[in-house]
């Protein structure tokens, strides 16, 4: 079992909104900072946003900049990315992931490699 679980992924027109979900799958949970990525057909996966989770400071790829945001409920340890004005290319597996490792200062986590445990992806598809 993946050590989260993220959903709430679906299809919608463009234009349109979703949120999507990420919680522990139910083993004690500790993160510094949580990431969204999301992965295109064919494509690399990309950094969406990230949170660092004392103080709950966000910063966002410029592609989704805007209209993305990361929220959290700290007692319930989850993250949910909102995402409004949704367009075609946004289209993709959604995954988020935790970060597990100490959070340096001033650093920005933005690679897939800066974090220790995902969850299995939500497919998000935006119509035109």
């Known amino acids: 079992q993946a050590p989260l679980v993220d959903s709430g992924g679906g299809l919608v027109q463009a234009g349109g909104s979703l949120r999507l979900s990420c919680a522990p799958s139910?083993?004690?949970?500790?993160?510094?900072?949580m990431g969204w990525f999301r992965q295109a057909p064919g494509k690399e996966r990309e950094f969406v946003g990230t949170m660092k989770w004392t103080g709950g400071s966000t910063y966002y790829a410029d592609s989704v900049e805007g209209r993305f945001t990361i929220s959290r409920e700290v007692a319930k340890s989850t993250v949910y990315l909102q995402m409004n004005s949704l367009k075609p290319e946004d289209t993709g597996i959604y995954y988020c992931?935790?970060?597990?490792?100490?959070?340096?200062?001033?650093?920005?986590?933005?690679?897939?490699?800066?974090?220790?445990?995902w969850g299995q992806g939500t497919q998000v598809t935006v119509s035109s």
């Open positions: 992931a935790s970060r597990a490792r100490p959070y340096r200062w001033g650093q920005r986590y933005v690679q897939a490699t800066d974090y220790t445990d």
């Open positions: 139910g083993r004690s949970f500790s993160t510094t900072a």
